[in-house]
């Protein structure tokens, strides 16, 4: 089973943060009409508004996580990730763009350093369905079932139900040695 592409078909890739808060530096609209870009797929046009945006204000964190992602989905990894430590200075508990980090990393395939962002977005954000989804994943790879069980544990009844997890549910109570 993969880690990559939300391995599960339950989460996608990458989370995009909530709209910034209304004292956020740029203009909600234009975050929004990013965030829309992204999402039909116009990378280049997201990248258009934001890079502008981040120029007249460079310390908004919720834009430049959401530049980290225009540009992670370009597979423009080095430049991504340079916006997603600049966000995380400004913003450095931020459940969303630790997430998109570790989603980032694990585009990179760098399992060590995208288990680490998501061990620090359950620090903030115990509940928090991606980075459990993938922190199981990691450890049911790693043949951890008692950790695969306990980040499974989190996640919503719903996620729990989809049949993805319910296999991983499985490989973990087998690695558990809960076989019945």
């Not at 234009?30 to 460079?58: C, I, M, N, T, W």
């Not at 980290?68 to 600049?86: H, I, S, T």
């Not at 630790?98 to 954000?125: F, P, S």
């Amino acid at each position: 089973m993969s880690l990559r592409h939300g391995a599960l078909g339950i989460v996608s890739l990458f989370l995009l943060s909530p709209l910034p808060p209304a004292c956020a530096q740029i203009p909600s609209s234009v975050y929004q009409q990013a965030a829309g870009d992204l999402k039909q797929g116009d990378f280049s046009g997201a990248e258009q508004l934001l890079r502008p945006a981040l120029r007249e204000h460079p310390d908004d964190s919720s834009a430049l996580g959401l530049m980290g992602v225009v540009l992670d989905a370009q597979k423009r990894y080095d430049e991504a990730e340079g916006f997603y430590e600049r966000a995380l200075k400004l913003d450095p508990r931020s459940p969303a763009l630790l997430n998109n980090l570790g989603n980032h990393y694990l585009e990179k395939e760098d399992m060590v350093r995208a288990q680490e962002a998501y061990l620090k977005v359950v620090a903030v954000d115990p509940s928090h369905p991606n980075a459990n989804l993938h922190l199981a994943q990691m450890s049911v790879a790693a043949k951890k079932g008692d950790a695969a069980l306990r980040y499974l544990g989190r996640l919503p009844a719903a996620t729990q139900a989809e049949p993805g997890v319910e296999l991983l549910r499985a490989q973990a109570l087998d690695l558990a040695g809960q076989r019945t």
